[in-house]
C-alpha cells in the first residue's frame, strides 16, 4: 500500500534553515506530482509547493524566494529546502500527490495514506 514518512522538522530561530524528507512507497512515484502541505492548528492543509511529474515547480507565494521542492525520483523521494525561515512557517509538514501539477490544486491521489508530518517550529 501507499506510505508517505516525512523527516527532518524541528525547532529553528528565524531566519534558520530547515530540510524536509519524504520516502513514497508502494506506487509509481515517478509518474505523480508531489506536494508539500503545511498545517496549523485549526486550519486546513494547505499545499505550498508541487513539482510535478515532468519537474514543473510552483510555490504558494508566501514561500516562493525561501522555498526550494525537489525530487529524487530513484529513491522516491521529494525534499524541501526551507530557508529563511519565519514564524508564520510554524506548522506540521505533510507530503502527498496533488491532483494537479500547480499550487491551487485541489485534492491528493492517495487521501487515505497520509503520513504523520514532521513539525516545524519558528520561534525565538
Known amino acids: 500500500q501507499v506510505q508517505l514518512v516525512e523527516s527532518g522538522g524541528g525547532a529553528v530561530q528565524p531566519g534558520g534553515s530547515l530540510r524536509l524528507s519524504c520516502q513514497a512507497s508502494?506506487?509509481?512515484?515517478?509518474?505523480?506530482?508531489m506536494g508539500w502541505y503545511r498545517q496549523t492548528p485549526g486550519e486546513q492543509r494547505e499545499l505550498v509547493a508541487v513539482?510535478?511529474?515532468?519537474?514543473?515547480?510552483s510555490y504558494v507565494d508566501s514561500v516562493k524566494g525561501r522555498f526550494t521542492i525537489s525530487r529524487d525520483n530513484a529513491k522516491n523521494t521529494v525534499y524541501l529546502q526551507m530557508n529563511s525561515l519565519k514564524p508564520e512557517d510554524t506548522g506540521v509538514y505533510f507530503c502527498n500527490a496533488p491532483r494537479g501539477g500547480n499550487v491551487q490544486t485541489k485534492g491528493v491521489m492517495f487521501e487515505q495514506s497520509w503520513g504523520q508530518g514532521t513539525q516545524v517550529t519558528v520561534s525565538s
Open positions: 513539482v510535478s511529474a515532468v519537474g514543473r515547480i
Open positions: 508502494g506506487y509509481s512515484f515517478g509518474l505523480y506530482s
